[in-house]
């Protein structure tokens, strides 16, 4: 009762939609897309990154990919998955993490199916960053009200 009245309160102290990307090793796709999503919304939304099997470091390509887009990374670390992190999240997209990923009644759930950069090198990791930034724009689109809605 106690983890359900916390996540009740803190749903309802913003007003933020809140994304959680997860994928197993918590190092490549997931990194990148929060990334982004941090970056392009502007701190609107609120953004999280687990896997089910955390890796010791995010992938240095992906890293380097990202730093092309003038977006650093270099910093962030592969967080596991927890319950709380689900409650927590209005929207979790999942990439690849299969069984382990937990399910809640009433969030939205999407499956990105993107390939796994970990041990490609910066050009078959170039498509893979393209693709979650096209899928993210147009996440920003459906999370966030334009001018005019407001």
Not at 25 to 40: I, P
Not at 43 to 65: F, H, L, Q
Not at 72 to 98: N, R
Not at 107 to 126: C, F, H, I, S, T
Request: hydrophobic share 40%; proline share 6%.
């Amino acid at each position: 009762m106690t983890a359900e009245t916390t996540a009740t309160t803190s749903a309802e102290t913003t007003d933020k939609p809140s994304v959680l990307f997860v994928c197993v090793h918590n190092a490549g796709r997931s990194q990148m897309a929060a990334a982004y999503l941090a970056h392009l919304s502007g701190g609107r939304i609120e953004v999280r990154s687990a896997g089910s099997a955390p890796a010791d470091a995010v992938n240095p390509a992906a890293v380097a990919a990202m730093a092309e887009e003038g977006i650093d990374m270099s910093a962030q670390t592969p967080k596991v998955l927890t319950d709380e992190a689900v409650q927590d999240s209005d929207v979790v997209i999942t990439m690849g993490c299969g069984d382990a990923c937990p399910f809640y009644p009433g969030k939205r759930y999407e499956d990105w199916e993107l390939e796994d950069p970990a041990g490609k090198g910066m050009e078959a990791v170039r498509p893979i960053r393209d693709e979650i930034k096209t899928r993210i724009q147009q996440l920003i689109s459906e999370l966030l009200p334009t001018e005019n809605e407001k």
